[in-house]
């Protein structure tokens, strides 16, 4: 499968604690991009990655967020001191070209 | 500020029929489009796009029409198939900005 993968799937925390997301984009793509979409909503925004440099950032991106994509491989999204409203499907995306996103599967976060 | 939106939550067509969801932008800058598919517990898909220098793509079932003067473009499925229910949604981009804006999605349910 030459896919979007992203480990783990699903997330169940407590809040207060912290998670790491994982992302794998396709492997050609140097573009990267994190998504959050909550129940009824689409896909949200939250950062973007040209190889291994952060270029952009959502203010929906707060301080407790962090974004990582180090050597333009994989990239981590960190959660810290996680609040209820964090739960959510977090969505990464990549491409080669800025328009045409290839998604991920996702991962569900349930903070509890 | 939803700069895009899907203004029908859900739609139910017959098996064969033509299926017809619509959405509506309000930021003129945007100049290109694209409508993604999503099955429960997956990623969104990408379908099809169109670029604001056209008024209509074509691939295969699938044509997006667009029409700049009224900032609303639709998909059109014909004939529509049971394979194709799923939430479809469309999404906005503008050159020089590398995140896509996302419509809150239109459920489509085809009936046999």
């Known amino acids: 499968d030459t896919g979007v993968s992203q480990d783990p799937r699903h997330k169940i925390t407590k809040r207060g604690q912290n998670v790491t997301f994982r992302c794998d984009p396709i492997?050609?793509?140097?573009?990267l991009y994190w998504y959050r979409q909550t129940l009824g909503q689409g896909p949200e925004f939250l950062t973007y990655?040209?190889?291994?440099?952060?270029?952009?950032k959502s203010r929906l991106l707060s301080d407790r967020f962090s974004a990582e994509r180090p050597k333009g491989s994989f990239s981590t999204l960190e959660i810290q001191r996680t609040e209820q409203g964090d739960s959510a499907m977090y969505l990464c995306?990549?491409?080669?070209?800025?328009?045409?996103?290839?998604f991920g599967p996702g991962t569900r976060l349930t903070v509890t | 500020d939803q700069q895009v939106k899907q203004n029908s939550p859900s739609l139910s067509v017959q098996e064969g029929r033509i299926s017809i969801l619509n959405c509506d932008y309000t930021?003129?800058?945007?100049?290109?489009f694209l409508w993604y598919k999503k099955y429960p517990a997956e990623g969104p898909t990408f379908l099809i796009s169109i670029s604001s220098i056209k008024d209509k793509n074509e691939d295969g079932r699938f044509t997006v029409f667009l029409n700049k003067s009224a900032k609303h473009l639709s998909l059109h499925i014909v004939p529509s198939q049971p394979g194709d229910s799923a939430v479809y949604f469309c999404a906005a981009s503008f050159q020089g900005a590398q995140k896509l804006v996302f419509g809150q999605g239109t459920r489509l349910t085809i009936n046999p």
């Open positions: 930021n003129s800058m945007f100049d290109y």
């Open positions: 492997s050609e793509h140097n573009r």
């Open positions: 990655f040209q190889n291994e440099a952060q270029l952009e």
């Open positions: 995306a990549s491409s080669r070209e800025p328009d045409e996103q290839y």
